[in-house]
């Protein structure tokens, strides 16, 4: 299989935090791939290093089959990119933005595909950045990175900041992008996000790849916290045959929180035994789903 991006025990330090702590990763051509992890996990910087803005310390990365120190305007050209910060020129209209994007790539843009890409985002392109909202600026950083139908997008955090329904629109485009025949390595906190668009993952963590898997997987280690109000008051010990399926916490005589790892069918089967007047399920955000699974430093 054509590898797109292979990174080596990837290694970068910024004085004494160890941001990257040989970070190793391949993505073959055409995947989806999810780059998973919480705040400060290391996203940003292993990007940051597969596009030479920043120099790991050690460990090798080809994208494309270029090594970035040696051939970053090679890598820039043929990446469509989308930084976790876009810093754009305030005083320019979007178009004039995006016109500026084309000629640094060559000016070989049909500007078509511009105008539509822009319509699907609901993006006015005749708006200075100064006015925009931060949403509407990260829509212009989605459309930049897609414009040149590059044949490998990075971005990070691509929906960040977008309401609901143009994060659907952002994952329609994405998904367009990689049926035309785009690689996709993207970075993301949020679950849901990664098990509808990656084929697969890798969760970092504190500067170290903690898994590797398809998003199915995912399912089988994810965290749900179930509240259930009781009809009456319930004694903790009563509550004993639920424990085997989950971590239960009291918040009331009547009112307990649990915690249920993987599929629910055995531990709703076993509450169904209880008078319940009302019940809610969670599913936690990935770094809860983190502090469960690696909370000790290793997996459970
Ligand atoms: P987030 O989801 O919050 O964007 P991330 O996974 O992208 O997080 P990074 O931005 O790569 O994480 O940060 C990894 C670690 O390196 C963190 O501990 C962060 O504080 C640290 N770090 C990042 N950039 C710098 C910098 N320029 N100087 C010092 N420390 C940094």
Redesign the pocket.
């Given at each position: 299989m054509n590898k797109i991006i292979e990174i080596e025990n990837l290694t970068k330090n910024?004085?004494k935090?160890k941001?990257l702590k040989g970070v190793t990763l391949d993505v073959n051509q055409g995947e989806v791939f999810g780059f998973l992890?919480?705040?400060?996990?290391?996203?940003?910087?292993?990007i940051r290093c597969m596009l030479d803005m920043i120099r790991p310390q050690g460990g090798s990365i080809r994208v494309l089959g270029y090594d970035p120190q040696k051939d970053p305007v090679a890598v820039r050209a043929k990446v469509g990119y989308l930084p976790?910060e876009l810093n754009l020129e305030g005083n320019l209209k979007v178009s004039q933005v995006l016109h500026y994007f084309n000629d640094l790539r060559g000016n070989q843009l049909d500007w078509g595909r511009v105008k539509a890409l822009a319509a699907q985002l609901e993006l006015d392109l005749n708006v200075a950045i100064k006015n925009m909202s931060k949403g509407n600026k990260q829509k212009v950083g989605v459309v930049q990175a897609l414009m040149h139908r590059p044949e490998l997008l990075i971005l990070?955090?691509p929906t960040s900041g977008l309401d609901p329904l143009m994060q659907h629109q952002v994952y329609r485009l994405l998904k367009e992008a990689n049926r035309e025949g785009a690689t996709i390595f993207f970075?993301s906190?949020i679950i849901k996000e990664v098990e509808g668009l990656a084929n697969r993952i890798a969760i970092?963590r504190d500067?170290v790849i903690v898994e590797e898997a398809d998003p199915s997987q995912l399912m089988t280690m994810e965290m749900r916290r179930i509240r259930v109000r009781f009809i009456d008051a319930v004694p903790e010990e009563s509550l004993a045959p639920l424990a085997q399926f989950s971590k239960v916490h009291r918040e009331r005589q009547d009112m307990y929180s649990f915690q249920v790892k993987g599929e629910v069918d055995g531990f709703i089967k076993a509450l169904a035994a209880y008078p319940i007047a009302d019940l809610d399920v969670e599913r936690p955000s990935l770094e809860e789903v983190f502090l469960t699974y690696y909370a000790a430093g290793g997996k459970e």
């Open positions: 910024y004085g935090v941001a992890g919480p705040n400060g996990a290391g996203k940003t910087t292993t976790g990070d955090e970075s906190h970092i500067g």
